[in-house]
């Protein structure tokens, strides 16, 4: 991240979408969805690292550049072993299909200008 500035809106996106996973229900995790984040292949970091902030974990999050890698953080968000997904714009074109099969809890859309 370049600057504070640059880095409040994601710390807010964080704190909201961490706020609303711990919220679901245990028995329920996997119905109730994960969160997906889309973003440039230059702030996956920052977001993994922000998310980590607040209380997510290693385990908590798949991030990924290439459609494989997409389509294994799909399978892993759809059993409930990651609550959060992170992938570039580029990547979530490519594997859009498969993307719609998942019951996302929120998706949030980093768009850089």
Known sequence: LVDEAEAEPI??????AATALGNRSAA?????????????PNAVMAWVETLGLFGLTDSDI??????????DA???A?????????????????VLDTALTVPWLMVIYDEVH
């Open 28 to 40: 329920n995790k996997t119905e109730d969805g994960a969160v997906l984040v889309l973003c440039s």
């Open 78 to 94: 759809l059993v409930g072993s990651c609550s959060v997904v992170v992938l570039t714009h580029d990547t979530f074109k490519k």
């Open 74 to 76: 799909f399978a892993r």
């Open 62 to 71: 798949a991030f990924a550049r290439g459609s494989k890698a997409a389509e």
């Open 11 to 16: 710390r807010a996106a964080c704190c909201f």
